[in-house]
């Protein structure tokens, strides 16, 4: 342990006695810089490497494929990235994972714009609908496939995505945005951009709505299930970038935003979510190969969730419903002594459960990170961040008043250019949470570039995840005076860091003078001590099971996933990928098994190998004419899996055809852009769960720019 401490020490130590080297002479920012092309990450190390450096897989989706896409939805992109999971939990709950089975909330994925994560500690997941950004809004996305541990911390636990928004400086004059379709699909969003002095500014309005899925019937009983999932959104946001001198540059962002959708599936809830954001990057350019940044940024979202009430009237009405005293929706118990109680209660309208409970989330975060440079051989990076949560939700919590946490990161990685054809790259991280003990992860690679354009990759890591602050905390519970009712759900009080051990191989290879890229990935990565919910039978006298949030779980993930990107020419792409994953492992369900005496101990340990799709494939192929008109067409297959291993069904393996045509006219610098898109050009499929059913969609599109 002392050792472990010590190599620690001696390797911070020893970056920032290299950072204290380095700073000469000065460098510019040029349009150049700007406008170039996206030839080269950032994301994965904080320092600009080249593909052939970098010491994982990378794709890298640009403003070409993002406008060659049939995607009609920010989250619709993530299909175009090996072993990435879209998935709809409902029509308005959208998910993103990798690797990893999908639950309603995607836990194991770090998303930033920009570099501010939209990562809710609440909810231990991101809200796509509350992140106020669309496809028109960015310029490329970089998708790290693997953990991104040592770079951007325990959220990034499996993959990493950074969202990078369009340059004020790269448009100027009024936006227009309008769709319409089928399923009440409607919206439109208006932006403005202007430039004062050395300040560029662009401000967006954006709303939309939509009814979400159709009611299903089943068909061998032809029962109907209600689905009322729809959605409205509105959001406003601004950015702002400030150029003081010609080193130094402070790019700002504000947003608001109001979405109004369900939660559940089959017994859906309203749900109101308020959110802002406030951002601010400064950075200075110090010279060609070293950068100062300081970012500082605040989340904050209040979401109010409208329940079925209780009243005590009604708990006592439920008691008796059969002769063991269960109530019929919460598996609520009502022992003589507790019903006496109730009994008394001169208001028999009080309530127990509320029409509507309020939450509240808020999120500081303040990073300082340099790339610095010693050798030609040797880069680095250094970054050191703060990190303060709080969390305010009486039911959730049990309690009333804020649950605040604050966590700090220590972080630094070196690329060594050890000949011409072998760069090494080592990345480490230190996470320390208040009153907690820390974690260390770390990742080392191996590129060897055997020639121009082609490399091979040798990485390991290992990871951690540390327990949100709502999964080390909750407590739901409903309350008479200090009696418990019911307590659906509550921690574990020995709640663990999940663990992830990873080994890849890469090969990144360019062939027809870069026309035709093919990157491919085998991977093994053993996921320990996974978060998730057991069932116990509770040790009191007011309900007969409580589920707790606790380490129940392990996976062993191997596979493998490739892209081929194919350009032959500026007018004509072809995208494809597959991947092809075994998941082996268990959950600790529940320490009984119910049967029709009641309850008997014995532990349910269940399978979660067909929680992941073993195969995904999905082709792009995208014409643009001389015409300015773009014909785009998407096929997209996901084989069959259980959306979890406590229930039953299997959502079946369905495969579904985009297609999307655009035109645009030019007079002088104004453009005016018309566009068509059908998803799912055939028959409907399950989407997550069976009652979920995605028919044919008929999206139009109108937009117009004028300076």
């Known amino acids: 342990m002392k050792c472990n401490q010590f190599n620690n020490f001696l390797f911070f130590a020893l970056a920032f006695f290299i950072s204290s080297q380095t700073y000469a002479e000065e460098w510019v920012i040029t349009e150049e810089d700007l406008f170039a092309e996206v030839d080269s990450v950032s994301g994965v190390t904080h320092m600009r490497q080249e593909l052939q450096q970098v010491p994982a897989a990378v794709t890298i989706i640009d403003r070409r494929m993002i406008e060659s896409s049939t995607a009609v939805s920010l989250v619709d992109l993530f299909r175009l990235v090996p072993g990435f999971q879209v998935y709809f939990h409902h029509a308005n709950k959208p998910g993103v994972a990798y690797h ?59 993959a990493s995505i950074n969202i990078v ?67 409205e959104t509105f959001t406003l946001s601004y950015q702002g970038l400030w150029t003081p001198t010609i080193t130094d540059s402070i790019d700002f962002q504000l947003g608001i935003g109001q979405t109004d959708t369900t939660i559940g599936h089959k017994d859906y809830f309203e749900r109101q979510w308020d959110s802002q954001y406030q ?36 708990v006592l009405g439920y008691w008796g419903a059969n002769e063991n005293g269960k109530s019929l929706a919460r598996d609520v118990v009502l022992t003589p002594q507790t019903q006496a109680v109730l009994m008394t209660e001169p208001n028999q309208e009080r309530f127990i459960v509320k029409p509507s409970y309020a939450h509240f989330s808020d999120r500081w975060d303040a990073e300082i990170r340099s790339n610095i440079y010693r050798r030609d051989d040797l880069r680095m990076n250094l970054g050191l961040a703060s990190r303060h949560d709080s969390l305010k939700s009486d039911l959730f919590l049990g309690q009333a008043g804020k649950l605040s946490q604050i966590s700090n990161r220590l972080y630094a990685n070196a690329e060594w250019t050890a000949s011409d054809n072998l760069t090494l790259n080592y990345g480490q991280i230190l996470e320390k949470k208040r009153h907690q003990a ?46 418990s009712i019911n307590t659906p759900v509550r921690a574990d009080n020995d709640i663990a860091s999940e663990k992830l051990t990873s080994h890849e191989i890469g090969y990144l290879g360019s062939f027809l003078e870069n026309k035709l890229n093919f990157d491919i990935r085998l991977f093994n990565e053993d996921l320990t001590h996974l978060i998730a919910e057991r069932r116990e039978l509770f040790d009191g006298d007011t309900q007969d099971i409580i589920n707790i949030i606790d380490n129940t779980g392990y996976m062993t993930l191997t596979g493998l996933e490739w892209q081929l990107k194919y350009r032959p020419t500026n007018q004509l792409l072809l995208n494809l990928n597959h991947s092809y994953i075994d998941a082996d492992g268990e959950v600790f369900y529940a320490s009984y098994i119910e049967n029709n005496d009641g309850y008997l101990q014995l532990d349910d340990v269940r399978s979660i190998n067909e929680c992941v799709p073993t195969d995904m494939i999905n082709v792009l192929v995208s014409y643009q004419a001389d015409n300015n008109l773009t014909l785009s067409g998407s096929f997209h297959y996901k084989s069959g899996y259980k959306n979890s291993p406590k229930y039953i069904e299997t959502a079946p393996g369905y495969s579904r055809v ?42 139009i599109g109108f937009k117009v720019n004028s300076h």
């Open 165 to 231: 928004t369009r340059s004020v400086l790269s448009e100027a004059g009024t936006k227009t945005n309008l769709h319409y379709g089928n399923k009440g699909i409607q919206g439109g969003a208006i932006s403005h951009s202007s430039q004062v002095g050395q300040l560029a500014s662009r401000a967006t309005l954006r709303v939309k709505k939509n009814n979400g899925f159709d009611d299903y019937y089943d068909e061998p009983s032809d029962a109907k299930i209600e689905i009322d999932d729809g959605a």
């Open 279 to 314: 951002y601010v990057e400064w950075k200075r350019i110090v010279n060609n190969w070293s950068d100062f940044e300081l970012l500082v940024y605040h989340n904050s979202i209040d979401f109010i969730d409208h329940a079925r009430p209780w009243t005590v009237a009604n």
């Open 438 to 483: 820390s974690t260390n992860s770390f990742r080392v690679a191996a590129n060897y570039q055997f020639s121009e354009q082609h490399v091979f990759r040798l990485a390991a890591s290992q990871s951690y995840r540390e327990p949100t602050i709502l999964e080390a905390n909750q407590n739901s519970s409903y309350f008479y005076n200090d009696i």
């Open 100 to 158: 990893a089975p999908g639950g309603e909330y995607s836990r194991r994925l770090e998303v930033k714009i920009d570099g501010r994560s939209v990562y809710e500690p609440l909810l231990s997941s991101v809200e796509w609908n509350t992140i106020g950004i669309d496809l028109d809004d960015v310029d490329y996305i970089e998708i790290i496939r693997g953990s991104n541990n040592s770079a951007d911390g325990s959220n990034a636990f499996l």
């Open 658 to 699: 985009d297609l999307k045509a655009s035109k645009r006219w030019y007079q002088k610098n104004n453009w005016l852009e018309l566009s068509f898109a059908v998803q799912n050009m055939g028959d409907d499929y399950s989407e997550h769960h069976t009652f979920n059913r995605f028919k044919t969609q008929y999206i």
